[in-house]
């Protein structure tokens, strides 16, 4: 792990100037969030980063969430089960895989998270990027973020879903994608579906580029191909209302 | 209030990609497939190129050479190059997507890393300016063959 980042959005960012686009489409994509020297010093961080869990939700009720290290010692036939359950086309309940650091989960267990983790989340949820957003929003409700690192690497994907959670109070749900060179072809790209589960529109991973969008609305990721050379690391989670 | 938003008939028109959603399919058996392959090339039945051609014809195209039935299967993607002369590129959906995680996306991107797309629709022909031709996104694993028509069109 690198030493903590000190994160500085883009000072030349006018978030009114994206008011009107968001309040009409719901979402926005915002590249160069932060200044060159954030970014780069945030990329090192992710990459770096070591405590990734692997995260599985195969349908309600069947999560698995275990050290990565784990996962992978776990006997050969028993991750044969896991993929084959992913390979399920059949279902339309929410399905997911990825690696992921819950930083602002473990905050809240008391638990201890590395500096550069703690750093980012302090940063999301400091009043240079929650100002960012009400005023990109017009939404004087934003009072925290959920923050969380995620990697996919090929195979990992998230199934369509909207975010919905009335008890959390969600308002936005935020992707700061942090990979440095992505091509198309690795899949990973961030899709909003229409009413006929078609892609209304999609992002492809872009270095620095911030994903905001209203919640709810039917969004996936597309799985990470075999392709891809490197993992799609972001940093993700929601804006809430204050309690 | 602002003026109203008023265009010609013509500018919708001109939108690519486009993609329509045909009555009737033919049905395309296993037999008709000359190789088993991720990439399966067999000569589509004079039926279904029927089909195509009115639909063609209804875009104010015309196919372009001889076009190719694909298979995909988990783990495929991707779509032949379009001859270099060619106009326009379109491809005949003939079996169904329940879901975008399936892949075998038809994904369009503008260069600035946005895009936008269909999953497969049995039934849907889906028309491209060359120049913008689409990825079929990988298949997942698990997912259902993805079978279609590919070709190039031009103009009548």
């Not at chain 1, 405590?51 to 999560?63: A, I, N, P, Q, Y």
């Not at chain 1, 879903?161 to 091509?183: I, K, Q």
């Not at chain 2, 049905?27 to 039945?45: F, I, L, T």
């Not at chain 2, 890393?113 to 913008?132: I, S």
Request: with cysteine; glycine share 10%; charged share 25%.
């Amino acid at each position: 792990m690198t030493g903590s980042p000190s994160l500085r959005l883009d000072p030349s960012l006018r978030p009114e100037d994206y008011g009107a686009v968001f309040r009409q489409h719901g979402r926005l994509h915002v590249p160069g969030l932060l200044d060159p020297e954030s970014a780069a010093g945030l990329a090192r961080t992710l990459g770096a980063a070591s405590g990734w869990t692997r995260s599985v939700h195969l349908e309600e009720g069947r999560d698995i969430d275990i050290a990565v290290e784990a996962f992978d010692a776990l006997p050969a036939e028993e991750r044969a089960r896991v993929e084959e359950a992913l390979a399920d086309s059949s279902t339309d309940s929410l399905q997911y895989v990825f690696d992921t650091v819950r930083i602002s989960a473990e905050l809240r267990a008391g638990r201890e998270v590395a500096s550069a983790m703690r750093s980012l989340h302090d940063f999301i949820n400091g009043e240079s990027f929650l100002g960012f957003v009400r005023r990109l929003t017009g939404d004087d409700r934003c009072a925290f973020a959920d923050v969380m690192a995620t990697r996919y690497l090929p195979g990992h994907f998230l199934s369509a879903h909207g975010d919905e959670n009335p008890a959390e109070r969600r308002l936005y749900a935020y992707v700061l994608n942090m990979t440095p060179t992505w091509r198309a072809d690795w899949g990973g790209v961030l899709m909003f579906l229409d009413e006929d589960g078609h892609v209304a529109e999609g992002y492809v991973p872009a270095f620095n580029a911030l994903n905001i969008f209203r919640v709810p609305q039917t969004h996936a990721v597309s799985m990470v191909t075999r392709l891809a050379r490197v993992p799609r690391l972001s940093v993700t989670g929601w804006i809430h209302a204050g309690g | 209030m602002g003026a109203p938003d008023v265009r010609l008939a013509e500018d919708a028109i001109a939108v690519w990609p486009r993609r329509e959603r045909l009555a009737v399919v033919p049905p395309v058996s296993d037999a008709s497939w000359k190789a088993v392959a991720a990439h399966a090339e067999a000569d589509p039945s004079r039926e279904l190129m029927v089909v195509v051609e009115r639909a063609l014809r209804r875009q104010g195209l015309r196919p372009d050479g001889e076009a190719r039935l694909l298979r995909h299967r988990a783990g495929g993607g991707g779509l032949p190059d379009l001859p270099a002369t060619a106009a326009f590129g379109f491809l005949l959906d003939l079996s169904d997507a329940r879901r975008v995680l399936d892949g075998g996306l038809l994904l369009f991107l503008d260069g600035t890393g946005r895009a936008t797309g269909w999953r497969a629709e049995a039934g849907a022909l889906t028309l491209w300016q060359a120049d913008q031709a689409p990825q079929l996104t990988e298949l997942a694993p698990g997912a259902p063959e993805r079978l279609s028509l590919f070709g190039a069109a031009r103009p009548l």
